[in-house]
């Protein structure tokens, strides 16, 4: 059965769940601060609902594998190769062929298995829905039999809320950890390859040429490191920073109300564009813009890949991130220190730079680190303006790299997983977590303080 068809099924379920126990409800004689008919109904359909979207929710999870291994007991899948990306790959267009995602094959086995992949699939997909639709009505059944006059039905229908609330809350807490225990199990099986002090003390980065003997060699994450910090932690924030702080001290202290609420929604919009349309930005219109420059100035050698051109596009991305936390922390600052220290003979700027910035630093502090965290984390501008080169150097009209491009670049490649190129990935991208808990620990720590100062 298609999955939108299930699912109207089972929403179908429980609204005759909820009309029926509604109507049951109605004719008890409804006891002093007890529950009322709706809150039967709305319980009865809760406990139609959540078997089968739970039972669902993890048959999604283990129905790919029943399906490919259905398909493998076939007698044509003995022409697949050994385990690896072929195999991979015709097992996927198979699926695909089934699935009618793809027309023509590529692979003359692909069209073989493909029937296999259709029945099985169709086999398990009747099998999930029978199951969905017996727990429904088992969860009808049992809110039937629990329907009766003193029962507490609203106390249980808030249990099992505040239990989908939790859940739902879990979620991002179990996503993070299932996040960091992948890039630590990954992470460690690279560096069981190649030391650790190679990988972040060695100068030499060139994953393409690997020698089996000493791995370590050509996998030194130094200039990866210097070319996200010289990128995204100098030139980023030397423009982020200023503009960002600027325009928030404008549109707070200086602008006229009407300027204010049209000028901060055209500042935000700034966020909103997607990265690949800045990097569009930076590799078509910047990087020209750079190499010109740099030429003009006499650098023969200025690249058309600089760090200059990702940096001056990635900070101007960031500015909203700057500005919005330095906007509303200003703008949350007691009018009573303003006009105090006006009152005091100080002029509007030495108010602002002695008095109302400190007093807002915990907002600021928060939007720059954040805006941080976002230049070190950024992809689609390094990819597309950035050069794959790692360098160690201080012009900014280099071609330089970073540790988000050099991610891209080895997990986009043809390499087997278990190889310390692929591996390399996992480990960069340990690197990247740790760094972004470090500028969060840092951010508690001086918002702390500051509010100790000045609460």
Known sequence: MPAPALLFLIAGLALVGWLAARARAAAFAPARGGALPRHHGWYA?????AGPLLFLALWSTIAPALVTDAVLAQPAAAALPPTGYARAAILSEARALGDGRVGAPFNPLSATLAPAYAAAQNRYDWTAAGIAVLLALAGGAVAWVRLRSGFAARARLERLVLAALVAASLIAILTTLGILV???????????????ADFLTGTHWSPQVIDPRDPGANLGAVPLFWGTFFIGGVIAMAVAVPFGLLSAIYLTQYARPLTRRRMKPVLEVLAGIPTVVYGYFAALTVAPAVRRLGLALGHGNASGESALAAGLVMGVMIIPFVSSLADDSLAATSTDLRDASLALGATRAETIARVLVPAAMPGIVAGILLGLSRAVGETMIVVMAASGVATLTLDPFA?????TRQIVDLLTGEAA????????AFALGLVLFVVTLVLNIAALTVVKRYRAAYD
Do not use: N, Q, Y
């Open 399 to 403: 071609p330089t790299t970073t540790v």
């Open 45 to 49: 359909a809760v406990l139609v609902v």
């Open 182 to 196: 992948s890039l630590v199990w990954e992470a460690g099986r690279f560096f069981r390859l190649v030391p650790v």
């Open 417 to 424: 997983f278990d190889s310390p190129k692929t591996l390399a």
